[in-house]
């Protein structure tokens, strides 16, 4: 194996261990089992970069990353993503206050209709949790 092909498959392996631990084994075998030869190598770059290299890093704990992350779902809309990263975020201590002052904090600095949006997803991710 090539000195690069071992180096992927260690990111892949540092990236697969903390994508499960932010987001739940559950989420990631779901989102395995999607997986297609259209999707595959889509599903392979974010393992070995987002969690294997960004998400990995030491610069920052996962609470500061989740904060930095969720800002981010709010400011591109991507709900969706969001509602994921609630999850995540609370995998990674957030409390549902903290999660509620990043959120106002992006109503003055993305807008308040995107912060509203989030807060709906927010709501109905932390009231899912708690039935």
């Not at 889509?42 to 970069?49: A, G, H, L, P, S």
Request: glycine letters at 6%.
């Amino acid at each position: 194996m090539s000195e690069e092909a071992r180096t992927d498959a260690e990111r892949h392996a540092r990236g697969m261990k903390t994508r499960r631990e932010v987001l739940g084994d559950a989420h990631v075998d779901r989102a395995e089992a999607r997986k297609d030869g259209f999707t595959e190598d889509f599903q392979d770059m974010i393992t070995r970069y987002a969690w294997g290299e960004i998400w990995s890093r030491p610069g920052l704990d996962r609470r500061t990353r989740s904060c930095i992350t969720l800002t981010a779902m709010v400011a591109g809309g991507h709900l969706e993503e969001l509602a994921m990263h609630v999850r995540a975020a609370l995998r990674n201590g957030l409390t549902h206050d903290e999660i509620k002052e990043v959120l106002l904090q992006t109503a003055i600095y993305c807008g308040v209709p995107a912060a509203n949006s989030a807060f709906a997803v927010a709501q109905r991710v932390l009231t899912e949790r708690q039935e």
